[in-house]
């Protein structure tokens, strides 16, 4: 299948820089999942990674009462929104953003007590991520995420053409558990996102901005082609959604390790027994 060209990119971050999210979820999730990890200290030191343009960001600021949160987004114009917003809620006390890469964030090893990525860690493989977030992580911190997951077999080929281009590694969620815990994890909990996590702030806001910029781009027959492309999503979801979910995980870097050679493979960068590197997935 053909990548997208330069300008899919231009139309796409034209529709998704402007919603409230970037991917499913909401603030009741985000609490339900907040709920899960225990045990923290009362001014925690959070880091968002693949913030996007921080609807999440801001949200666990408003759920945490104190403590500081750094995110962490490579796409620069996302950054300077999430800055803009901070700054308006007066929150540059507490929350910092950085243009960078997930994949080597340029942070402390064991500098955070929970780490949030929200619909992000696929974007540098599950195991990868995990690996990252586990060296990052003090003892005894948690890991928030949501990752994409298989609910039924034989997707229609248009639900399968969608998740291979974007996500060609997606598994089911006995594999997600199972490389959490291969990661040197516990599974603390997790729970399926409900629908309307992914209709409030994001399929709805996003079928209104394609029809705003139906109206921009009427003369134009590739742009109006990508809107197209870009609003068959939400109409797949409306079709298809009992094939797929998002699924919430929290996990918990245990405070004493009880798989040394696991934890030795990923401090050297190894693969452990039983655990494969994200490339050779």
Not at 14 to 29: D, F, I, K, T
Not at 110 to 125: P, R, T
């Amino acid at each position: 299948m053909n990548q997208p060209g330069p300008r899919f990119w231009e139309i796409f971050f034209e529709v998704y820089e402007s919603l409230p999210r970037q991917g499913p979820g909401n603030r009741a999730c985000a609490a339900r999942a907040l709920a899960l990890c225990r045990d923290l200290p009362q001014s925690p030191a959070i880091l968002d990674l693949g913030c996007g343009v921080g609807g999440q960001t801001l949200q666990l600021a408003e759920l945490v009462a104190s403590g500081s949160i750094v995110a962490i987004d490579s796409h620069a114009p996302s950054i300077e929104r999430l800055q803009a917003a901070i700054s308006e809620r007066g929150l540059v006390q507490r929350v910092s953003t950085i243009v960078g890469d997930m994949a080597c964030p340029q942070q402390p090893r064991g500098s955070f007590d929970l780490i949030w990525s929200e619909g992000a860690l696929y974007n540098i493989g599950l195991r990868n991520a995990l690996r990252v977030c586990h060296e990052l992580l003090r003892p005894g911190g948690c890991l928030a995420f949501t990752d994409a997951v298989w609910r039924k077999e034989d997707p229609p080929p248009a639900v399968k053409a969608s998740f291979d281009l974007d996500y060609p590694t997606m598994g089911w969620l006995d594999d997600d558990v199972a490389a959490i815990e291969g990661c040197g994890f516990d599974l603390v909990g997790h729970f399926t996102l409900p629908d309307e996590a992914w209709w409030d702030d994001f399929y709805t806001p996003m079928e209104t901005r394609i029809a705003e910029l139906r109206g921009k781009y009427s003369g134009d027959v590739e742009a109006s082609a990508i809107l197209d492309q870009l609003a068959e999503e939400p109409r797949m979801h409306r079709r298809h959604s009992d094939f797929y979910a998002y699924e919430y995980f929290v996990a918990r870097r245990p405070l004493a390790q009880t798989r040394p050679e696991t934890i030795d493979a990923l401090e050297q960068g190894t693969p452990a027994d039983g655990l494969t590197p994200a490339a050779e997935r």
